[in-house]
């Protein structure tokens, strides 16, 4: 799954808090801020847990820093350990 997260996400402590939220699912992936402002999550794991975890996103209080959500769904190419924050 990628999603293309934009709004006020910059600056404000999204990544970390997706990072820290990560930990409560079975998911691997990154996280990293774009040139343009928005920022882009990407994860692996089961739909169900995945489709959890970017609820769990929006329900944490970081709803309302989100304008919009694009995501892609495509088949999981592995080579992604943990869940990190890409600089």
Request: some cysteine.
């Amino acid at each position: 799954m990628q999603v293309f997260y934009s709004g006020r996400v910059q600056g404000v402590g999204f990544r970390y808090q997706t990072r820290q939220l990560a930990a409560g699912y079975e998911v691997l992936g990154t996280i990293r801020n774009l040139p343009d402002g928005r920022v882009e999550l990407v994860a692996e794991g089961l739909a169900e847990e995945l489709k959890a975890f970017r609820q769990t996103i929006r329900d944490c209080g970081l709803g309302p820093l989100i304008d919009g959500e694009d995501e892609l769904w495509t088949d999981a190419r592995g080579g992604i350990r943990g869940f990190e924050i890409v600089r």
